[in-house]
């Protein structure tokens, strides 16, 4: 079970279990978004490019934060919605990456109903050298109590 409104603690941060990237998650992403941009899937074009190489789709380790984030015992089944999102790509993600997420509650407000809050959160994604590739914040809706 996630953390409640209350559980949540300005300041307060907390490191995701890992997750090592595949070639299958970069293939299966791009036909579920019918995303085949040539630089996650023509590794003779990307090779090409200032990557080097095939990289994972951006958007895709956004949903993999919140994967991740529900791994560490944060969001589930308290998370009642996401109000809004804002995402910074600061480097390249690759098949065999390893990735966590380093999530920092920056600030919590309560609503107008009583049981649930407002809660931003900083999520920053860190790949196995230590480099932050992805940084995001998240404004999510959450309850007041554990469901």
């Known amino acids: 079970m996630g953390l409640s409104y ?3 603690e300005p300041g307060a941060t907390y490191t995701t279990p890992r ?5 299958a998650d ?5 036909g579920l978004t019918a995303d085949f941009n040539p630089l996650h899937v023509d590794e003779v074009h990307a090779a090409a490019s200032q990557f080097g190489g095939r ?11 919140f994967g991740l984030a529900s791994r560490a015992g944060l969001l589930d ?17 690759r098949a065999q990456d390893t990735v ?10 309560p609503t107008r109903k009583d049981d649930r ?12 050298h230590g480099e932050t590739v992805q940084t995001g914040t998240a404004a999510l ?5 554990a469901a």
């Not at 407002?118 to 860190?126: A, E, I, S």
């Open 19 to 23: 997750r090592t990237i595949i070639e």
């Open 6 to 8: 209350d559980a949540f």
């Open 77 to 93: 089944g308290t998370v009642m919605g996401l109000l809004g999102i804002t995402w910074t790509f600061t480097g390249p993600v």
């Open 141 to 145: 809706m959450v309850s007041r109590q």
């Open 117 to 128: 809050g407002v809660v931003d959160l900083r999520l920053d994604v860190v790949n196995q």
């Open 100 to 109: 966590h997420v380093v999530v920092t509650v920056v600030g919590k407000r």
């Open 26 to 30: 970069i293939t299966q992403f791009a």
């Open 55 to 65: 990289i994972a789709h951006g958007p895709m380790l956004v949903g993999m934060a």
